[in-house]
């Protein structure tokens, strides 16, 4: 399972997400070697159909599972990276807020934000949690009329 059959799934996943030919002709020339390693198993073999497809379908989802991370983070590096080239330098506290803002607030068209997506789970809304935490503003100054 993990040496032949969760890394053949990734690079079935991988090869479909890959722009050079080369680069993809290679991706599905590994999987193929994996899958024939697996045909040629013995353990493999002694399994009824069953038991192979409930295999295929757990080691697919750990394929899924362990997918690279920055196809996920993809749009925020590029939008950091506007932002970046546009002031030259974030500070830590921007960075914090921008990182904050895309996590928990920004939504795609289908209405989930990236925490729900990696979570799974809709997260508490930042607005209430930042009522709740943060001190109200200081009252304005009041303004006195100089004497003319």
């Known amino acids: 399972m993990r040496e032949i059959l969760i890394p053949a799934c990734y690079f079935q996943m991988t090869s479909k997400k890959m722009n050079s030919a080369k680069r993809k002709h290679k991706i599905i020339a590994l999987e193929q070697a994996l ?7 013995d353990l493999w073999q002694a399994l009824d159909k069953s038991q192979r497809e409930a295999m295929e379908t757990t080691a697919q989802r750990c394929a899924e599972l362990f997918q690279r991370s920055s196809s996920c983070v993809e749009g925020r590096n590029g ?38 997506r990696f979570f799974g789970k809709k997260p508490r809304d930042l607005f209430e949690v ?19």
């Not at 899958?35 to 198993?41: C, E, K, Y």
């Open 79 to 116: 939008y950091l990276s506007l932002r970046h080239h546009g002031l030259h330098k974030l500070s830590n506290r921007k960075l914090s807020v921008l990182t904050t803002l895309h996590n928990y607030y920004i939504t795609r068209v289908d209405g989930t934000t990236a925490a729900e």
């Open 130 to 148: 930042l009522l709740k935490k943060l001190p109200y503003p200081p009252r304005p100054r009041s303004h006195h009329k100089m004497a003319a």
């Open 35 to 41: 899958r024939n390693q697996l045909d040629t198993n």
